[in-house]
């Protein structure tokens, strides 16, 4: 089956999206650290951070495999800053993540 990609949904906090971000990047950095600046414990605490921009979650970019999370654009409190994670096996899309950050995930106010 191809990759598909999809937007996180609307739902804040502890959502079945949430889980399914937080177990992705578990997966991705169980042998070594390869999201070091995104990793299960830096998505936690983004996803319960008071400043957290909750308006914009759907930009946030998911793309499954299956069924599967492969990779992952996405903000940690406010629009501005992305953080790309891709599974290594799917570094084929790193590309499509950085187009796709560069044109959802910046701050529209700071340009």
Request: proline share 5%; net charge negative; hydrophobic share 40%.
């Amino acid at each position: 089956m191809s990759v598909l990609f999809r937007n996180y949904g609307p739902e804040p906090f502890f959502s079945d999206d949430y889980r399914k971000v937080r177990d992705f990047l578990i997966r991705i950095n169980a042998k070594k650290l390869t999201t070091p600046r995104m990793s299960w414990g830096a998505w936690e605490w983004a996803v319960t951070h008071g400043g957290r921009d909750q308006d914009n979650l759907v930009k946030i970019g998911l793309w499954e495999d299956n069924g599967n999370l492969v990779a992952l654009a996405t903000y940690e409190c406010p629009l501005g800053e992305g953080f790309l994670c891709v599974d290594e096996a799917y570094a084929y899309l790193k590309p499509e993540l950085v187009v796709y950050a560069k044109e959802n995930l910046h701050d529209v106010y700071n340009l």
